[in-house]
């Protein structure tokens, strides 16, 4: 009898149950398959997304998340905050023709004090996971020559190397060179054998009655990869930041005549050279500095800055968190002999979702065919 009661029980019971667990599945559902709307850049009190803001992580968004989340939300947080693999997954392609040259200021890949943590820390290397970070960053993006600024000791460029090639990406051969400054230098990584390297003939000028040296110096190396040649000139042109002895701009400018000066002494010996002269000068588009390194327009030694864009079409390379400032002070130039071969499309500034994890720059990609 009592079997029969609930048995009858239950049957009354079904359809309501059976309604609920379908209005469940269509809610469950609905949530499943709407897609959040993301706001644009410019969208006025619009939470910033992930491309604008290099600081944001799936990690740290997941952290934020609400305690009570949708089945589809949990399966989005979980993604996010999955392990990522370390070895670097390419998102280019090589071919058996042309060059691809990336130039990259990797922020104090060098011993220094610093900050890191909310710690101060003395003669501290930087930090492995910005490392890893810069790693993983070139080696997706499969450069034959990388030019590299803000390098500290020759054994700080040969662990780039070194770790590159574990990371599938082999540059056996190394340039190395810097200025009066004793902490940061210049390298050049390429996997193509370096054939020549060259120093310019003046360093130093007067300012204030004073005498200085470019800082960082002037790299000059020259390769020669399938059947062409390519001379590549490095610099890393004084900060923005003040310093007693002189004007920080005076002492920028002065830096790129002598660059400029290293040039024309190229191209008076050889007006067809081809050049790519390339690195962080710290000024932007039109300013002293950088007219004063691409020379005059209509001039057969005029250097043509590549106008390399990111995939939202911005072309800013720097992030001054100090002063909030995004600016494009990382250039890649080449000269007149060089302009047919590059394929200007093809550049871009690399804004891969990790970027400000390896440096305070973007790195900049040119291809040449």
């Known amino acids: 009898m009592r079997f029969r009661k609930f048995a009858a029980s239950i049957a009354e019971q079904a359809p309501r149950n059976l309604g609920a667990f379908f209005c469940g599945f269509l809610l469950l559902a609905s949530t499943a398959c709407k897609k959040a709307s993301t706001p644009d850049w410019d969208t006025p009190g619009a939470a910033p ?101 803000e390098i500290g000791t020759a054994a700080d460029l040969a662990e ?29 990584l390429s996997r193509f054998p370096i054939t020549s390297t060259a120093k310019p003939e003046v360093t130093e000028y007067q300012l ?57 002494s190229i191209l008076k010996k ?23 390194v691409t020379g005059k327009y209509n001039d057969p030694t005029y250097l043509t800055a590549i106008p390399a864009k990111d995939s939202r079409g911005e072309a800013w390379t720097h992030y001054w968190e100090l002063n909030d400032i995004y600016s494009r002070i990382d250039f890649v130039m080449v000269s007149r002999g060089l302009r047919g071969d590059v394929d200007f499309p093809a550049a871009k500034i690399i804004d891969d979702e990790d970027w400000s994890s390896a440096s305070d720059h973007r790195a900049i990609l040119a291809i040449f065919r």
Do not use: C
């Open 160 to 188: 780039i190397q070194e770790d590159l090639k574990a990371a599938g990406l082999d540059l056996p051969h190394s340039h190395y060179t810097g200025g009066t400054d004793p902490t940061r230098h210049l390298g050049l």
């Open 270 to 292: 050889d007006a067809d050279a081809r050049l790519v002269v390339y690195g962080d000068l710290n000024d932007t588009r039109a300013t002293k500095t950088i007219k004063m």
């Open 49 to 149: 997304t992930a491309e604008s803001t290099p600081a944001t992580t799936p990690a740290s968004a997941a952290s934020e998340a609400p305690n009570l989340l949708t089945p589809a939300e949990s399966l989005a947080v979980v993604s996010a905050t999955e392990p990522k693999e370390s070895a670097p997954t390419s998102t280019e392609t090589t071919t058996d023709t042309g060059l691809r040259f990336i130039a990259f200021n990797v922020e104090n890949w060098l011993t220094m004090d610093r900050y890191v943590d909310r710690k101060s820390l003395k003669g501290a290397p930087k930090p492995d996971s910005e490392k890893e970070a810069v790693v993983r960053l070139l080696a997706r993006h499969l450069p034959d020559v990388i030019g590299i600024s």
């Open 208 to 264: 204030t009655g004073k005498t200085f040296g470019i800082n960082r110096g002037i790299l000059d190396a020259s390769i020669k990869a399938r059947g062409k040649s390519y001379r590549f000139i490095g610099v890393h042109l004084k900060s923005k930041r003040e310093i007693k002895q002189a004007d920080q701009e005076a002492i920028r400018l002065n830096e790129a005549r002598l660059l400029r000066r290293h040039v024309d």
